[in-house]
């Protein structure tokens, strides 16, 4: 949710501020803008719509410095304008600024800086930082005194990075979003996210809340709020630039899709202990999870879809187990004592729903647990426990790869779980274990056979899409509605498949195809549920193995390779990630930024 991009170095700030763009644009897209400090004093650009319009308009003669910031937007107080673009400044422009986050107390903020005479010009929250900093600067402090007393004065989250007109340096902040340092010799970077600058450094240190960082060409110096200085070692992150480049691939989504049977291999490799038929699980040695008598899994979007697949299969393994929208769970969360565990499920691991589930479960004496794929993430950082998913960077707003990935993770917690509660594996590993170890080959050859690409022509002129599915194959429905109307759209619902004649059969007509995932249990009942919705007209398309009885009745099918029941829904979501893929290409979307939407949700 907006990218933040800032950077001093020898070079000129111009090119790489404009690729850290580029490569934050997943956090947000209506606008954009640049601020650099060209020996005479700021000069800036930026006007709404995506960095691509930014790069058109922007004089390469006149934005010439080596200090310098960025901002790709995602926008809450007010509309995607020129006007609303980041960076904000004062008057003069002596002061610029970029944020990520929301300032709870602007407007009180904004009311009394005009009464001081301040002019706004802009109808964001943010606008009042930079004012902030001019009436301290105004008030005769220094630069650096000057930013942190602006900071001190701000309510709510804030990602904040400063220049001041004259100053070769950058002063950033940080309360509640994200904001990282990178650091290559005598050049600097700060942003929202390490694929800013991955391509310069792999040395990031990841800030805590509560940071006050000021950069300039010697070098990074980070405090905390009063100015005390604080200790923070750059790690090194292993994900390469290419993998957070689109290649070959004219999209995002489809690179990810395909680079599922790699991110699977990564997220099993070292986990299995085949010979004993374990689940090892890094840092947990045997018996971790004794104790755990009731497992709660907090997530949003496609990771609460992964959340519900990996409650299903922790309740198979007879844990009791619950998957809870992060965003209710702060409403009315069930009980937790100490023996709960507290799973929060989230790619990013920034996500404000989540985080916010995460610290009411903390606040109740929960044990938590993070699933996530980003290393320093705030999630990472605030669960007492955390297990990667090993997935590399996800750049496609819609998640695909990463939901693969938490599946496998989640469903492998389960057995272990399972395994510490009773002392014994589990006799069900005797065949997950192998099919497991088979399901990145499983996913390699549905994407070489896949005929998602058909099937989403012959349904292109549908009135609308749904997807019904039974166990574990209602979040895969869930999870391909959710995919299909994100990309495409079109208006697609998840049922579960037992569900449809209670109400959703209403919607029933020959222009809504009926995606009915199959994946291993009780389908004959799932058949049944199809039928009744082909026999009122709607074509049925089956995802299921070859020779499978729905075969017979469904209008068409999509196959997947038989595997055991645990994993067949993680193939089945694979054929309607295609589906969701083709379907969107023919409809000419911008597949990898979706209208009003951003990979990292870090508002309410
Ligand atoms: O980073 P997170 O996994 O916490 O994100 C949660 C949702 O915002 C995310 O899964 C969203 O639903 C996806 N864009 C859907 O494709």
Redesign the pocket.
Known sequence: MCGIIGHVGNGNALETLLTGLENLEYRGYDSAGIAIQNGSGIELEKRSGEVTELKNAVDRSVLEGCVGIGHTRWSTHGPPTDANAHPHTDEALDVAVVHNGIIENYAELRAWLKSEGYAFTSETDTEVIPHLIQYYLDSGLEGEAAFRSAIADLEGSYAVTAMIAGEQVLYAARKGSPLVVGVEDEEFFLASDVPAFLEYTDSVVFLEDGDVVVVDESGVEFTDLEGNPISREPETVDWDPEQAGKGTYDHFMLKEIYEQPTSLSQAIEGRIDGSNKRICLESFDPGTFTDVESVQLI??????HAALYGAFTLRQAGIQATAVLANEYSVAAPPVDDDTLVIA???????AD?LNALRKATAEGARTLAVTNVVGSTAARMADDTLFIRAGPEIG????K??SSQVVMLTLLAQRISEDRSGDPTTDLESYLPELARTPSAIETILERSDAGTIAERYADSHAYFFIGRGLGYPVALEGA??FK?ITYEHAEGFASGELKHGPLALVTPKTPVFAVFVGEEDEKTLKNAAEAQTRGAPVIAVCPAGHEATEIADEHLEIPDTDPDLAGLLANVQLQLLSYHSAELLDRPIDKPRN?A???TVE
């Open positions: 997530a949003c979007g496609t990771s609460y499920v989230t790619q990013s691991g920034e996500t989540t707003v819609a998640a695909t990463t939901f959710l995919k994100e939407l990979k990292s949700v």
